[in-house]
């Protein structure tokens, strides 16, 4: 079996910019993570590994920064790295990344299943496992919470959809979108990730793909534009009632007259 796991370093929220032209996030300057989810869709993929055997290839798409989140994979097992770097392919929207993405996929070889985190806390739009499977022609299943059963014709997952569970049979290729609370990440030893660092991580840039037109990807290829970006103002004040349950139900009812009487 033939396993692609996407990963993302995403920019540290404490140190995000802005280019003032575009909108996009400035990633190469930023301090970077790596993304949350990612962590639940590497042990599945591992998980799905340990079922079946096989080989896994992680790739990525960012500034250098994004190799971290290649190199924690590498020490937790991954056969293969691919980091997809190339400044034309930044300030890329969700389709733009989606697109980029599959034509990687396409470069390295198409597997049987590609693991997708629920969504980036950087975007948070939870769209890219989607449109990646829909440009590769695969199925795709959301909100994976567990992975009942594999071989290489077809998968059985449980799908979490909140209010109701799902148990899906879907034929392979596919792609698989990991719930966020599912498959608790294990953890690399320290000897591993020294190791991991010798490892070789290919480098794929837009001259790699079937696609090299630049207007394809990046800010050029995006549909969609940030228009504006900004911290939200803090305008209320909250107060810990510490009182006992009938002096707090009484202070309530005094701010509930009060704010009557101003309306």
């Known amino acids: 079996m033939k396993y692609v796991i996407c990963l993302k ?18 990633r190469d300057s930023a301090g970077s993570i790596p993304n949350l989810d990612d962590h639940r869709a590497l042990e599945a993929c591992l998980q799905a590994r340990e079922k079946t055997k096989g080989n896994i290839k992680a790739i990525t798409m960012g500034p250098k920064q994004a190799r971290a989140s ?29 697109y980029t993405l599959a034509l990687g996929i396409k470069k390295i070889g198409l597997p049987d299943i590609v693991f997708c985190g629920k969504q980036s806390i950087d975007g948070d739009t939870g769209q890219v496992a989607a449109e990646l499977a829909e440009i590769l022609g695969c199925s795709h299943v959301y909100y994976v919470s567990e992975i009942v059963d594999i071989n ?10 909140g209010s109701y569970i799902d148990k ?12 966020n609370e ?6 690399s030893s320290f000897r591993d990730k020294m190791m991991a660092q010798k490892k070789t991580i290919e480098i794929l840039t837009l001259d790699d793909l079937v696609d090299n037109d630049e207007n394809n990807f990046g800010y050029k ?8 970006m900004f911290a939200p103002k803090i305008t209320r004040n909250a107060k810990i009632l510490t009182n006992n349950t009938s002096q707090n139900v009484d202070f309530l009812l005094e701010k509930l007259v009060e704010w009557e009487e101003l309306l």
């Open 182 to 187: 599912s498959f608790t990440p294990r953890v």
């Open 168 to 179: 899906i049979k879907v034929k392979l290729p596919a792609v698989l979108s990991i719930d």
């Open 221 to 228: 290829g995006s549909p969609t534009r940030v228009k504006k």
């Open 9 to 26: 370093q995403v920019p540290d929220t404490k140190e995000i910019q802005q280019d003032e032209e575009t909108g996009s996030l400035i």
């Open 152 to 161: 290489s014709d077809e998968i059985i997952v449980i799908s979490n959809m």
């Open 70 to 98: 290649l190199r924690n994979a590498l020490s937790l097992g991954v056969d293969e790295a691919y980091h997809m770097m190339d400044n034309k392919f930044s300030g890329a929207d969700v389709l733009a990344t989606a």
